[in-house]
């Protein structure tokens, strides 16, 4: 499903890295230039498939809110009788199915919802979908709050705060600290300049003290919330803690708590 969507370009990229010496050397070209970016994204989709697998026995519906490129709807077998509602921009939402359906994917597998967070009312598109509040569901936020407004995740993850009890909220955030400067972090000068230079900078943060009180105003319950260095060492196993970059970077479990 990755190399499906990837352009022709990547797709000769990926198939090198089906080579072992040619992989290695790629991946240590990657880890220089984003320090830590390319091991926190192959844990933390980890990390979040296994939350995803342990609350889709008791629910049927799923949220992929700013769904991108994710493919869970195809690859996770835990969600194979779950209703998927995907949310996100429609130029991207067109690209990914245009690129699926060429490959012969089954586009049945997910409901797609094309919003622009900044600028439309994503709520009323997804219930227009189909999606039933009062029965609980998982919520999956992943990569996005950064590029976003603090109003506007706010409301996102109030709006998660009111969904039926029992409910799961998954999401990431950046830690404050790397965008006001307080904090210092391997690798943090790489990936701002990065995400400055796609012209798509980071605008919102959270720090991880302020996170429970946060949650808990917009009626959540904070689960877990671990950084980089925590859950490349839950995924990877602890041999891994040598792996520097990205600690800002953080994923939480939080649940709707029943009354």
Known sequence: YARALLPPDLRFAAKLFSLRP???????????????????????????????????????????????????????DALASARIFEVDH??????????????????????????????????????????????????????????????????????????????????????????NGSRAFAGAGEALANVNASGEPWKFGLTPEQLPSYLRERGLVLLSDLGADDYRARVMGEGRRDIRGYGFYHVVLAEVPHA
């Open 22 to 76: 040619t992989a290695a050397l790629l991946n240590r070209y990657i880890d220089r230039r984003s320090p830590g970016a390319r091991t926190s994204g192959v844990a933390r989709t980890r990390l979040i498939d296994e939350w995803i697998e342990q609350a889709a026995p008791a629910m049927d519906q799923v949220v992929l809110l700013g769904a991108g490129f994710d493919t869970r709807a195809w690859r996770l």
């Open 90 to 179: 429609p130029a991207t939402a067109t690209v990914k199915q245009q690129r699926l359906r060429a490959a012969g994917v089954d586009l049945a597998r997910a409901t797609f919802v094309a919003v622009d967070f900044e600028k439309e009312d994503f709520v009323k598109s997804l219930y227009a979908a189909g999606f039933d509040p009062s029965r609980p569901a998982i919520v999956v936020w992943e990569g996005v709050s950064q590029y976003l407004g603090a109003d506007v995740v706010s409301g996102v993850i109030a709006w998660a705060g009111r969904l039926a009890p029992g409910s799961r909220f998954i999401f990431t955030y950046v830690h404050e600290g790397v965008l």
